[in-house]
C-alpha cells in the first residue's frame, strides 16, 4: 500500500520483459488486473524472443523477419486483451546484451510513463540468460531515472515498488513467493491472451495449472475463513525491497 | 491486505513476546496504530523479564518477586498507554525453556483471541537465547490453533499472517526490513509508552534514534514524491509468509 | 550409485515419516520403483496423523480411537498398493514431539532394516511442525545406528544415502529438486496408492498435477534427446550428503 | 544416471576451463575415468594461464610468447596421458574478458563435440577472476547451443548436465561436494598428468593431498561396509542442475 | 593482525570508491585512525558523484563542469581534515561502467601505494549500481597487481587484507558488521571532515547517529567490563577473505 | 583484539567440546598457543565420547567403564601436553542432550574460569549431532553467565568473543575459515598431544595434512611478502560475533 493521495493521473505500470511472450504467463493476471481497475500498463519487450523462444518457426522453415512479425503480431494481440500498451525495443535476442544505449531507452520509458509499480524478471535463471539480463536493466534504469542529473527528456521519477514475476522453474531460480495476487477475476481473460500465443500452445495448460497452484497456496496462507472461491487463481511475485505499509495486513 | 470482509467484530492483533518491554521497544508503533483505529491488541509477555532483563534491579539489591512485580507494573502501564491489554504468563526467563504446557496456553489465547494479525520475534537473536524461543512457541501455537483435532476450547482459527519485529542487533539476527510501517502519527504514543520503562532509560534514546532511521529508509523507499514528512518515524519488520494481495503496490 | 557389490539381500529403503499419509504423497513413486525392482521398503509412520491432517474426520464427529484407526487402515492400504511394509509408531501427532525414547526405536528399525537408501521430510516446513521433528529424529537415527558404542538389537548399520522429499509448499521450505526421479512406470500405482487415502479426495488431483509439472521440468533439464514421454511423470528430491559415484552422469 | 540408452557414438565429455592447467588439478581424475571407458573427452583451454599462472616462468625472464608456447605444451602431454583432445582458444588472461565471440566460438564445440557431460568452474571465486569468467561463459554457451534460432554449423545439442570442479579455496568459493567421484583406479593416471605442469610442481603434493582428503569424505559417505580400499581418491564436485535419476542411490 | 616485521615504510591503506564523498561518511574514521598514526593513506574517486549524487546542485541550475569543481574541492578539504591523499578518476558516474583500462589504472594505483589495507564497498547495493561497479574492479585489480605477468610500471603487490565499509541500507545489501572499529577518538576529526560536504549537509545527523549505533554494539560486543567510554563512536566493516592471526582474541 | 587493559590475572581461555578428542583435533593448536604465552586454558570435555568416537575399543570388547577410563586418560595426557587444564563432565553422548542442569554446570564453569576467549564447536556437523548441541549449550551459558539475575556462585562475566573450530568435514557443515591462526610454533606440540590419543592413530596424518593445507591458505591469503616459512601450519576458525578492533589489519 503506497502513500499515494496521487490526484489526477491514474496508476501506471511497467513491465520490464526479455522476450514477447513472458508478460503474458509470468504476469498476465497482474496486468489484467490494474488495467481493469482502469490503470495504465505499459508493457516493454527488448526482444521477440526470435531466437530462443521460437523453436517451432525455426523447425518450420521460416526466416528470422517473419519469425519477429509474428512474435510481435502475437504480443500485440495479448496485449489487448490484457488491457496494455507494448513496446518493443528488438535488442536482439539469444542473447540479450546488456549496454549503456539500451538501459538508457529503459530510462526514457520510465520517465515518459511514470510508473507506480514495476514488474520484472527476478535476478537468477539458469535456463535463459536474456532473463537475468533484463532484470538487471530494469533495475539499472529505475535507478538512473531518478537523478536529476541524468540526461534525458522528462522528469524524474519516484523509486516505484518492484516485483519480479514467476520464472519456468521457480525453485532452480531462487524464486519464492512473497506476494500471492488473487486473479480469479481476471482469469479468463489472461487465459484468452495466453491463447494468442499459438507458437507456445504445450505453456497453455502448464501456466493453468499452476495458477490452480497459486491459487491453493493464497487459500492456504489466507486461512480458512476468508470465504476465497475454490477457483482462486494466483499469480506469485517476490518484493525485493520493503514494502512501505500503514497497517500490518 | 486480507480478503477480510469480516462483518462484526473489530480486528485483532497478537503479540507474543518473550520478556515484559519487548512489545515496547519493538513494536509499540504497531501496536499504537492498530488501537488508534479500534482495533483489539494483546500482548503475550512470556516472562517478566525478571532475570535476564533487569540488571539494573538486580545491582540495587532487589529481590525477585519484587522485581517481577515491578516489571509488570511497567509493562501494564505501557500497555495502557498504547491502548493494548496484556497477559503475563510468568514462565522464567533466563533461560525461557518451550515446553507443550505453555506451547498449549498459547493455543488457548490464540483460539481467545482469534488474531488477524500476529506479531513476534524473528528466528535468530545470538545475544539472548529466550527470544528464539518465545519464536518457536508463538509459531508453533498458531499452527495448532488452526487444527480442529488440536483439543481444547474455543473455535479453530484461520492462518493470520506473521510479522517478525525488529531485534536489538538486527544484522547479526538475519532480520532484513521486509516491511516498513509509517507510525509518525502514533510517535508521542509511543515515546510515551518508552517512558514507563524506567528500568531501561538507556533505551529511550536508542529506539528514538532507529525510528528516525527506519523513517528515512521508508521515505527512501517510497520515492521522493509522496509528501511525507520530514520527521517520519518508522518500525520495520519481516514477513515469513506470503503477503496475499488484490493489488501489487 | 553405490559401490555395493553386497552379495545376497535384496536392496532395502527405509521411509520416515510423520503422519499416515505422508509416504503416500510425496514419495509414493520411490516407493513403487524400489518395490517393482523387487526391493524391499519399509515405511515408518511416527504417528496417524490423527489430530493434524484429519480435519475431515473431526468435523464428521468422529473420535481419536475412530479416526486413528481409519487413518491406519488407509495407510495400510496404500502401502500394499505400493509394494511397502509398514511400521505405525503412534506417537502422538499435532505436536509430534521429539524424545530420546521414539528415536531409538528408530535407531532398532535403521538395525533391522538396514537401509540402503533413507527417505524423509526436509528440515523446514512452516505449515507444520511434526514434519521437522521427524526429519530431525530420522536423521540422528541414522547417525545413532551407524555407532558400536550404542546400545540395542542388530548390528551396526553403514551411512545410507538420504533424500528428502517434496513438501506441500516447496518454495517457503527452503526445498529445491536436486534429484528428478522419472515415476512413469508405476504412475498408475501411485495413482491408485493415492485414491486409498479418501479422507484426502482433495489432494489427488493436486499431487497429480505435481508429477506432470516435475515431469516436464525433468524433460527439461535432460535434453530434447532422450526420447522421453510426454507424459513423464516424476518426483523430486533433495540429497543432503554427497552423492558417491563412479561415472559423472 | 540418463536415460541414455543411445546407440552408435561414444559418449561425450567436455572441459570448459580458464587456463591450461585447471584441467589436470582439478578434473584429471574425471577425464582419465572418461577416457579409460573409451569414451571422448574433449578440453577447452580458453587461455593459457601465460599471465597469470606462470609466475616462475616470468621471473624467470621468459617472454610472451615463450610462455605460452610453453604452457600449450604442458597442456598437451598431460591431456595426452589422460586421453583427452585439447583445444586452445588464446583468449588472452588476467584478466580473461566475456565477449559474444569467444561465447561463439564455444557454441560451435558444444555443438561440434555434443557433450553427455560438461565440466567447468564454479560460479565465484574470490581469489582469480578468469575462473568466474570461464564458467559464465560455459554456461552461457550451453543455453546457446540448444536453440534452433542460434546460428552456426552443427545441429542443437540436448541439455547435458553440468558439474562444477574443485576451486584452490572451496571454502572461500562457496563450494560445496555434492558428488564424490571415485578416482582410484585412475589415481597414477593423474598423478603422472601433474607431474607434466612442471611450472607447478608445488601442487603436486598439494592436489595428492587433497585426493586422499576427498578419499576419505567418500568412504565416509559410502559408510563403513563397502569395502572401498584404504587408499580410496577422490575428486569433489557440485551438481548445480537436478539430477535426473531412475533410483534414488 | 599481519605478520608485517616490514622495516622502513609507513603502512599504507587504500580506498576505492565510487564518489567524491563515499569514504568520508562510510569509513572517514577508519581513513583518520591511521592517518593520527602516520599511515599513508589514499582515497581514490572513480567519479565525482556528479549525475547521482549532487541533485541538490542540478536543482540549483549548476552545470556539469561546476558541479564536478565543487565535489572535487569537497572531497578535497575534507581528505585534508583526516590526513589522506585523494586521486580522482574522473570516469563518469550513473553508471560508472566497468572496465579494461580504468582496472588497469587502479592496478597502477595498487602498484604505486602497495597497500597493507584496502577499503571498499560490499558487493551489492540495490540502490546505487556505481558501488559495485567499484567494489568489482577494486577486487579485480587487487588480484592483477600480484600477477608478475601483469605488465605495467611497479612491482608486484601482496594480498592485502581487503575491508567493505557499510553501506546506506546495510539489511538490504547483505551487510554485516564482522568488525567494529572504535574510533571514538578520531570522532571529531570525521565529523568536520563530514562538514566539508556541505551538498548532503542532512547526511551529518544520519551518519553521527550511526557511528552511535555502532558504538553501542561494540560495547555490546566486547562486554561490559572493558571501561570503554560510554561515548564510544564505531565504524562496521566486513571482511571477505580471511583474517590471519597470531592469536584468537 | 581487546581493548582489555586488565591488570593482573593472565587471560583465560575456555573450550567448550562434546567428545573428549575433539580439542586436540580441532584447537590444539590455538591451545598450545594461548598456554605457551601463560595464559590459562581450560577445556570443557562434556562427555568422554565413549559411545561415538571409541568404535575401535568396543569393537575390542571393552566395557563402558573401562573405555571411559582409557579416554578420560588420553585425554588428560593430550591436555598435560597443550598446557590446558581439563574439566570432564560425564554428560554421555550418543547422543549428547541439551539440559538446563547441564547448561548450568557450563554458567558456573563460565563464572569460575572468566574467559577471555571462547572456543567451541560450530552449529552444523550432520555427521555428528552431539557437536550441534555442545555448540547450543555452550553460547547458551555464555549468555546466561553475564546476567546478574542468573543464579549462582561468582561474579557477571563479560561477553567473550567466540570461535568456532573446524569440523571434520568442514564444507558439509557451513564452515568457512574467517580466522587462519598461525600455529607453526607450536606444531610440534599438537602433534605430540594427537599422538597421545592412540585410539585414533588414523586421524593424526589426517589432521596433519589438513593443518599443511590450512598453512598454505594462509600464506596465501597474507601475500607472498610476508616471510612466513614454507612450513606454516595453520588452523582454521570461524567467527560468529563482530570483530572488536583498533585498527584494520
Redesign the interface.
Known sequence: ?????APAPPRS?LVVTAHAGDFVWRAGG?VA??AS?GEQVTVACLTFG???E??KA??AGKGLAE?KAMRREEAERAAAVLGAGVRFFDAGD??L?ES?EL?DRLVALYRETRP??V?THPAQD????DHPAAHRMA??AR??A?????PGDGD??????V?FFEPH????SG????????ITEVWDTKRKAMECLGAQEHLWA?YT??A??RG???R?????????AHDTRAE??M???????????
Chains 1, 2, 3, 4, 5, 6 share one sequence.
Open positions: 500500500m503506497t502513500h499515494a493521495n505500470t497482474a488486473l490494474a481497475r526470435e531466437r530462443g521460437s523453436a525455426w523447425r519469425i539469444y542473447p546484451t549503456a538501459t507506480d509499480v514488474l539458469p535456463y535463459n540468460g533495475l539499472q535507478i538512473l531518478q537523478a536529476v542529473g541524468y524524474v521519477t519516484g523509486a516505484p515498488p516485483f522453474q521457480p525453485e532452480m524464486f519464492r513467493p512473497e506476494v500471492l495476487l488473487d502448464y495449472d499452476l490452480v497452484r491453493v497456496q493464497l492456504r496462507n489466507a486461512g480458512p475463513n476468508l470465504g476465497l506469485a511475485f518484493r525485493p525491497f520493503p514494502q512501505i505499509a500503514r497497517e500490518l495486513a
